[in-house]
């Protein structure tokens, strides 16, 4: 494209409304374009309040994108000859800061170049991206600022933000905490096997909440290293299982650490593989075994980690129970 014979209507038509099609915007759709929106600064918005000499401002902001019709961000079209310096940055910027707008992006196009910016972080912050016309229209360029501007993209990375006004779980917690990740790393057994005091089992996810008693719940997600091991802790109940605290907080004191408890029962019929914990290996039962399986975690909360000891302890037959203890730990968000 010869730059030289585009002015900025021509950059409008034959770069920018382009690459919003592709984005996936339309007007008059749920990812909606609004064109040359005009826009009406108060003198309270410029830090001027005397009405016989600040006069009443307006601006014209050429693109407002709307992903979902609620999350905005807006592009402004130069003309090719057009550096796109801090003066043409801060115009940008008052469009995308304007009340009516609130855009979480501004961005520059001049058809050379392209640039955007987090409107948060004001325009004297660099470009998140800057991305040439080649670069624009190569397929690697195209899927960069899809990941950033699709309206796909735009909702993923700016939902809307929950209110929480329940009794929070723990200081700088809300009343929901979601389970980010985590470990259950044991340290000594009573099956007699070294492996099990080297064991460590992920804590995939899960969350802390409180139940219609007030008492917390925690909902935990577990990942064994081995698909031997996951297997058995399935068929115990010990992949996703849920553990009650009488309490209503987290405790923050070593010395009065919070107790979750959870108990639970499985029975392994004659005839079904079970993995021996004690040999690592299948064996076929030749009865029936029921299992009661009790599990104790006592924690501190310390920041946002939750940790501490835990002992599992499973009963089989109401025979003399086999246990394991050692540390856990908890990301909370």
């Excluded at 809300?174 to 460590?200: C, D, F, K, M, V």
């Excluded at 802790?233 to 299982?241: I, K, M, N, V």
Aim: with cysteine; net charge negative.
């Amino acid at each position: 494209m010869d730059f030289e014979q585009l002015n900025e209507t021509d950059v409008r038509e034959e770069v920018i409304a382009p690459w919003l099609r592709a984005l996936g915007y339309r007007s008059a759709s749920e990812h909606n374009i609004l064109r040359e929106q005009s826009l009406r600064y108060p003198r309270e918005f410029l830090g001027r309040k005397n009405i016989n000499r600040d006069p009443l401002l307006r601006g014209k902001a050429d693109y407002i994108l709307e992903a979902g019709r609620r999350v905005r961000w807006v592009v402004e079209a130069k003309a090719p000859s057009s550096e796109l310096n801090l003066d043409e940055q801060e115009q940008a910027w008052t469009y995308a800061n304007h009340p009516e707008v609130r855009a979480v992006y501004f961005c520059l196009c001049n058809g050379r170049q392209l640039d955007v910016y987090r409107t948060n972080c004001g325009p004297q912050i660099g470009p998140v991206i800057s991305l040439t016309y080649e670069e624009l229209v190569d397929q690697e360029g195209r899927a960069t600022l899809a990941s950033l501007l699709s309206p796909e993209a735009v909702l993923r990375d700016h939902p809307i933000p929950e209110v929480d006004v329940g009794f929070p779980l723990g200081p700088n917690l809300r009343s929901i905490a979601r389970i980010s990740g985590g470990y259950i790393s044991y340290t000594s057994s009573s099956l007699g096997n070294p492996a099990l005091s080297q064991l460590q089992v992920a804590i995939a996810g899960g969350a802390v909440e409180r139940d219609e008693h007030g008492r917390m719940v925690a909902l935990v997600q577990t990942r064994a290293p081995v698909r031997s091991m996951q297997g058995l802790l399935e068929r115990l109940g010990l992949s996703q299982f849920e553990m009650v605290c009488d309490e209503a907080t987290l405790s923050t004191s070593s010395d009065a650490p919070s107790i979750f408890m959870f108990a639970g029962r499985a029975t392994f019929p004659a005839g079904e593989e079970m993995l021996d914990v004690a040999t690592w290996k299948s064996v076929e039962l030749q009865v029936d075994i029921a299992v009661r399986v009790n599990v104790t975690a006592r924690g501190v909360l310390n920041g946002n980690v939750f940790k501490g000891e835990i002992r599992n302890e499973a009963v089989f037959n109401d025979t003399i129970p086999a246990s394991l203890e050692g540390e856990f730990e908890l990301h909370l968000a």
